[in-house]
């Protein structure tokens, strides 16, 4: 299993991100796909149009996100992966740090290149323009 870093500077408050994520009409706007979204420990949501889904296990307000996260790509027997969304304030908004990890090898390389092209670009056009 694989396990990787990704960071991204956006435009707006960490409340306001850590909202975002956790908003099903936010996270939808803010990714330009279909999602549904919790703020409940051990609640379930999905992205792009339910190619990934997972499980809230850890929500510190406006800091760090802790879920589960897996896409229809997986094996059934494949475990579920991990991330962790850590939030961070700096003068120009939010630094994002995602963990990604458990993630089956055959795989590891295309998420990583997925934070950047279907979460970290479209939310730097939401945030610049919504804030």
Do not use: C
């Not at 409340?15 to 996270?27: E, G, I, P």
């Not at 420990?41 to 296990?57: C, Q, S």
């Not at 850890?58 to 579920?80: A, C, K, N, V, Y």
């Not at 055959?106 to 670009?121: I, K, L, P």
């Amino acid at each position: 299993m694989k396990r990787f870093t990704v960071t991204t500077e956006l435009p707006a408050s960490p409340q306001v991100v850590f909202n975002a994520w956790l908003d099903s009409d936010r996270h939808s706007a803010m990714t330009q796909s279909p999602a549904t979204a919790s703020t409940e420990i051990a609640g379930i949501f999905t992205a792009h149009d339910g190619y990934i889904n997972g499980i809230n296990l850890e929500i510190d307000d406006g800091q760090r996100i802790l879920q589960t996260w897996r896409t229809s790509e997986f094996d059934d027997t494949d475990p579920d992966s991990s991330i962790e969304i850590v939030l961070k304030e700096i003068p120009t908004g939010t630094l994002l740090t995602l963990t990604h990890w458990n993630i089956p090898k055959d795989q590891a390389e295309s998420y990583q290149s997925g934070w950047q092209d279907h979460y970290f670009a479209p939310m730097l056009e939401y945030f610049s323009s919504n804030g």
